[in-house]
């Protein structure tokens, strides 16, 4: 059974940074397409960035210059750097694979973004 815990959240001003770690455990992980989703307050679960081994990398528009997604294969652990945040980042971030049958859902890391 495949256990994913996301970590790194926190209260940050607007133009802050953060960085969150997603630990993956029970996959082979190598060969699995990685992302991270976000679901704000009140909305649907979106797909903010995704990487694959090699990497191949891709980003909401949204989200385009200001995050980076990168993986660490050995460790098992996907990473999401976020740079000047906005309060329309305030949501709970998940992780999970995409381009195969979804994982359970992990309990997320709340970022919020406020003054």
């Known amino acids: 059974q495949v256990q994913l815990v996301e970590s790194g959240g926190g209260l940050v001003q607007p133009g802050g940074s953060l960085r969150l770690s997603c630990a993956v455990s029970?996959?082979?992980?190598?060969?699995?397409?990685m992302g991270w989703f976000r679901q704000p307050p009140g909305k649907q679960r979106e797909l903010v960035a995704r990487v694959a081994t090699g990497p191949i990398i891709n980003y909401a528009d949204s989200v385009k210059g200001r995050f980076t997604i990168s993986r660490d294969n050995a460790k098992k652990m996907v990473f999401l750097q976020m740079n000047s945040l906005k309060p329309e980042d305030t949501a709970i971030y998940y992780c999970?694979?995409?381009?195969?049958?979804?994982?359970?859902w992990g309990q997320g890391t709340q970022v919020t973004v406020s003054s």
């Open positions: 999970n694979r995409l381009g195969g049958p979804m994982w359970d």
């Open positions: 029970g996959s082979v992980f190598v060969t699995d397409v």
